[in-house]
């Protein structure tokens, strides 16, 4: 279940709803289905929004990890509360992995914020999860808005456990068909499964191995 941050912070500079409001959402729907987890309401860190709520990129990751501590404490019906890690450059998201500290569980389920303006440029999501895999190899990192120009990188979907996109339900309702149809989600996987990868290339080894008619291949 997603918290709705990125509309939420962009439109209103925070949260008008309280933690525990939020906390009443995740128990009305607790019950409808399989809710595998309702992530934290985080704090983006794209300078957009920084402009928007006038504060910097550690404060933004402070208010996210004080939004996800006040819900843990919150009565959320036993659903588990995935907490987001946030920055803008690769080195702050280390820094946020940092400043959970031990909240972040072996093996933790992992949400990775501010990504999804990335999708154009897979290298800089990649630099984003080597950082954090850098400091905590074992979490399990979920990435939300990523769409299929980012997951035809092999290293994107190597770093990634799981990602979501709303772009299935936006081009079935821009082509008049139900944006809610579950249909429209599998189609949208089965297609970025058949997705060709483009493979991550070792061009140091091929420099020294690979020449045409006598000339380096690469220089």
Same mark, same amino acid.
Not at 54 to 60: D, I, K, Q, S, Y
Not at 85 to 109: F, I, K, N, S
């Given at each position: 279940?997603?918290?709705?941050?990125f509309?939420?912070?962009?439109?209103?500079?925070?949260?008008p709803?309280? !933690?525990?409001?939020y906390?009443? %959402?995740i128990?009305?729907?607790? #019950?409808?289905g399989?809710?595998?987890?309702? &992530?934290?309401q985080?704090y983006?860190c794209?300078?957009?929004?920084l402009?928007?709520?006038g504060?910097?990129v550690a404060?933004?990751?402070?208010?996210?990890?004080?939004r996800?501590?006040?819900?843990?404490d919150?009565?959320t019906a036993?659903?588990?509360i995935?907490?987001?890690l946030q920055?803008?450059?690769?080195a702050?998201y280390a820094?946020?992995v940092?400043?959970?500290?031990?909240?972040?569980?072996p093996?933790?389920?992992?949400g990775?914020?501010s990504?999804c303006k990335?999708n154009?440029?897979?290298?800089?999501? !990649?630099?984003v999860?080597?950082a %954090?895999?850098a400091?905590r190899s #074992?979490?399990?990192?979920?990435?939300?808005? &990523?769409?299929?120009t980012a997951l035809?990188?092999?290293?994107?979907r190597e770093?990634?456990?799981?990602?979501d996109?709303?772009?299935?339900?936006?081009?079935a309702?821009?082509?008049?068909?139900?944006?809610?149809d579950?249909?429209?989600a599998?189609?949208?996987?089965?297609?970025?499964?058949?997705?060709?990868?483009?493979?991550?290339?070792d061009f140091?080894?091929i420099?020294q191995?690979?020449?045409?008619e006598?000339a380096?291949?690469?220089t």
């Amino acid at each position: 279940m997603d918290s709705g941050a990125f509309t939420t912070v962009t439109k209103h500079g925070g949260y008008p709803e309280t !933690v525990d409001e939020y906390a009443e %959402i995740i128990r009305r729907f607790a #019950d409808c289905g399989n809710l595998l987890a309702a &992530v934290a309401q985080d704090y983006m860190c794209e300078p957009f929004v920084l402009q928007r709520t006038g504060l910097t990129v550690a404060e933004h990751q402070r208010l996210t990890v004080e939004r996800y501590d006040d819900l843990l404490d919150a009565d959320t019906a036993g659903v588990t509360i995935m907490p987001v890690l946030q920055g803008y450059e690769p080195a702050e998201y280390a820094e946020h992995v940092r400043m959970y500290g031990d909240r972040l569980t072996p093996d933790m389920w992992v949400g990775v914020g501010s990504v999804c303006k990335r999708n154009s440029n897979p290298g800089s999501v !990649v630099a984003v999860l080597e950082a %954090i895999h850098a400091e905590r190899s #074992d979490l399990r990192l979920h990435g939300f808005g &990523v769409k299929i120009t980012a997951l035809r990188n092999e290293r994107v979907r190597e770093l990634f456990h799981s990602t979501d996109s709303m772009a299935w339900s936006f081009a079935a309702r821009y082509e008049g068909r139900d944006g809610n149809d579950v249909r429209e989600a599998v189609r949208y996987a089965e297609r970025v499964d058949r997705q060709p990868v483009q493979r991550v290339l070792d061009f140091a080894a091929i420099t020294q191995t690979t020449t045409i008619e006598g000339a380096p291949w690469a220089t």
